[in-house]
């Protein structure tokens, strides 16, 4: 197929790609969509599901939570509401996080790509204790890069796309491992915009200004810093739906790999 070359078959290890991103940005259905790429193009995926909350899942995971740790029982068990229930089940499913990687070891030569879909809501991932092991487990055992996944609709308006820049952001520096912007649902809205945006500076200014001119001087600060951020990653428009981009998104990947072994 042409997207043969894409599959990393000098590497001995596979790359991990950890999917987050806001609640409802799409990233189970882009997880979805990866599974069904990879298969189309003979690449070989492991998929891994860290999401204990999710009723059904349209992909089949390798690796799933759920079998492991029972959301509804551990908040009843811990008389908790619904993001303690899942913040606690992560918890305990880190603790365990060593077999997983140990599976993956196993796995590792028949193997070009781990795929890791995360809880809805980003924070419970980005923001825990057990997210940061998961994350640092998977980081000194093999190459791995973060996709962002952005709602490319809901992000047209300058400040809310500032406020999902700022947070990739965060998590970059918060992470230090390769990050790729996929900006989704461009079946919905194009993502040329925010390309622009990134790219010009004075571009995003004048849209910031028509937007909130209250904002402005607070804004122009943090879009300069977030100017150096934009020249640390790499972005691809994608359609979970459609399934446009998926070969650009594997390109983004492949050269955010080669990143990490050159830096770790
Ligand atoms: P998650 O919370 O980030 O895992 O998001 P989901 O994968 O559950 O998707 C949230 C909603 O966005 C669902 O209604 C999906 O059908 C929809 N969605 C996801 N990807 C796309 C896409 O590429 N295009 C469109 N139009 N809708 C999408
Ligand atoms: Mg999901």
Redesign the pocket.
């Known amino acids: 197929s042409s997207s043969g070359q894409v599959g990393p078959s000098f590497r001995r290890k596979p790359v991990i790609i950890i999917v987050v991103?806001m609640?409802?940005?799409?990233?189970?259905?882009?997880l979805h969509r990866l599974v069904c790429h990879t298969q189309a193009s003979r690449i070989r995926g492991y998929v891994l599901n860290l999401d204990p909350a999710v009723m059904t899942l349209p992909y089949g995971a390798n690796i799933d939570i759920r079998d492991t740790v029972k959301y509804k029982e551990v908040m009843k068990q811990f008389n908790l509401g619904p993001n303690g229930g899942i913040m606690t089940s992560l918890n305990l499913f880190a603790t365990k996080f060593d077999e997983v990687i140990q599976v993956i070891e196993k796995r590792a030569d028949q193997l070009d790509y781990v795929l890791v879909d995360t809880p809805?809501q980003i924070e419970i991932f980005t923001w825990s204790a057990s997210g940061a092991i998961i994350t640092e487990a998977f980081a000194s055992t093999f190459p791995t890069v973060v996709a962002y996944?952005v709602d490319t609709p809901r992000s047209s308006s300058p400040v809310t796309f500032m406020s999902n820049m700022l947070y990739a952001c965060s998590i970059l520096y918060k992470t230090r491992l390769p990050l790729v912007l996929a900006f989704?649902?461009t079946?919905?809205a194009q993502h040329q915009f925010a390309l622009e945006w990134m790219e010009d500076f004075e571009a995003f200014q004048a849209a910031m200004r028509s937007d909130d001119s209250y904002m402005s001087t607070f804004a122009q600060s943090l879009s300069l810093a977030l100017d150096e951020f934009y020249k640390n990653l790499r972005s691809v428009g994608v359609?979970?739906?459609s399934g446009a981009g998926m070969d650009t998104f594997f390109k983004a990947i492949e050269a955010s790999a080669e990143e990490y072994m050159e830096t770790y």
């Open positions: 991103g609640a409802g940005s799409g990233k189970t259905t882009f809805g996944v989704n649902k079946d919905v359609s979970a739906v």
